[in-house]
């Protein structure tokens, strides 16, 4: 089974709450990313765990939180949610770091208002 | 940081038609060359990669060249199907173990008519 799982699928957030989406996977892979994703935009790489280490992009280290309490599951925290936030949010797995093929989630659309 | 171009942008064919899609990208110490391609409504499928260390890949109706030179890599897909329209991602990763990172390109929208 490669399949990687995201909950929620769709997230309606007020401009200053939090917002948690979870990701998980079942086929013990070691790394764990999370990318931001716009209409007709690249998808962006926000962060990603290699085993319970994180590692977050200087540009949005103090946008995104992270967790990882366990090998399956990976959450992504947003403290204040802004109206920038609004995107497709896309979880990936990996069994390794480095040239190693990442497998996708379906995706949570955050919507804030 | 390495930056990823994908041209076209999108792209419309006829069903049985070739197409072809070129990405470059900026950094030299890019190694790893995975392609995604995302159908309506459906999850970031990976459907080829190449390695620096090589020049041409196929698989079935994809073929994927690269040149190590211009930082350029090329998407050639034969014989297309209605099936293939979806959005097609480049990516580029340095394969530093330390990163994993991928960058990627904004996509090339393709719609193969039948």
């Known amino acids: 089974d490669t399949t990687v799982k995201q909950n929620p699928r769709y997230k309606l957030a007020r401009v200053g709450k939090p917002v948690n989406l979870i990701c998980s996977q079942t086929?013990?892979?070691?790394?764990m990313y999370w990318y931001q994703k716009k209409p007709n935009q690249a998808p962006k790489l926000l962060l990603f765990?290699?085993?319970?280490?994180?590692?977050r992009e200087a540009d949005t280290f103090e946008k995104f939180q992270s967790s990882r309490p366990n090998n399956s599951f990976c959450s992504l925290y947003i403290g204040s949610a802004g109206l920038e936030y609004s995107a497709m949010y896309l979880c990936?797995?990996?069994?390794?770091?480095?040239?190693?093929?990442?497998?996708f989630g379906p995706g949570t659309r955050l919507l804030v208002l | 940081g390495e930056q990823v171009e994908q041209l076209p942008s999108s792209l419309i064919v006829q069903e049985g038609a070739s197409v072809l899609i070129n990405c470059s990208y900026t950094d030299s110490a890019s190694v790893y060359f995975p392609w995604y391609k995302q159908e309506p409504g459906k999850r970031l499928q990976f459907i080829i990669d190449?390695?620096?260390?090589?020049e041409r890949k196929q698989n079935q109706r994809l073929t994927l060249l690269f040149d190590k030179k211009t930082k350029h890599l090329s998407l050639h897909i034969t014989a297309t199907q209605p099936g293939d329209s979806a959005i097609y991602f480049c990516?580029?990763?340095?394969?530093?173990?330390?990163?994993?990172?991928?960058?990627f390109g904004d996509g090339t929208v393709l719609t193969v008519k039948p």
């Open positions: 990516s580029a990763s340095t394969g530093d173990t330390n990163t994993g990172k991928l960058t």
């Open positions: 990936a797995s990996s069994r390794a770091r480095g040239q190693d093929t990442q497998y």
């Open positions: 086929m013990n892979h070691d790394t």
């Open positions: 765990y290699y085993d319970k280490i994180l590692n």
């Open positions: 190449i390695r620096s260390n090589m």
